[in-house]
C-alpha cells in the first residue's frame, strides 16, 4: 500500500509540474486547455478539503503553512496518513 500512495503522489506532482508548466509554455491548443481547467478544478477541491480537515490536523499538531501547501498539492494523499497516525 505504500508504494500505491507513493507512486499516487510521484504521478499527482507530475501533473501539478505538468500544470505550471503549460502556464508558462502553453502545450497545444486543446491539451493545454484542459490540463488547466483540470488543474484549476482540482486546486479549488483540495482548497475545500483544506477547509473540511483543518481542524482535525491542528487538533493532531498539524497546522501551519506546511500543512496547507500538502494538501493543496497532493489532497487525501497528504492528510490522510496523517490522521492515522
Excluded: C, T
Amino acid at each position: 500500500m505504500d508504494k500505491f500512495l507513493a507512486l499516487n503522489k510521484y504521478l499527482l506532482m507530475g501533473f501539478w509540474l505538468v500544470f505550471v508548466v503549460n502556464l508558462f509554455m502553453p502545450i497545444a491548443a486543446h491539451a493545454g486547455q484542459w490540463v488547466l481547467w483540470i488543474g484549476v478544478l482540482m486546486f479549488a477541491v483540495h482548497a475545500v478539503e483544506f477547509l473540511v480537515v483543518r481542524k482535525k490536523l491542528h487538533a493532531r499538531g498539524y497546522s501551519g503553512m506546511v500543512s496547507l501547501i500538502g494538501v493543496l498539492l497532493l489532497g487525501i494523499l497528504y492528510w490522510k496518513p496523517l490522521l492515522r497516525e
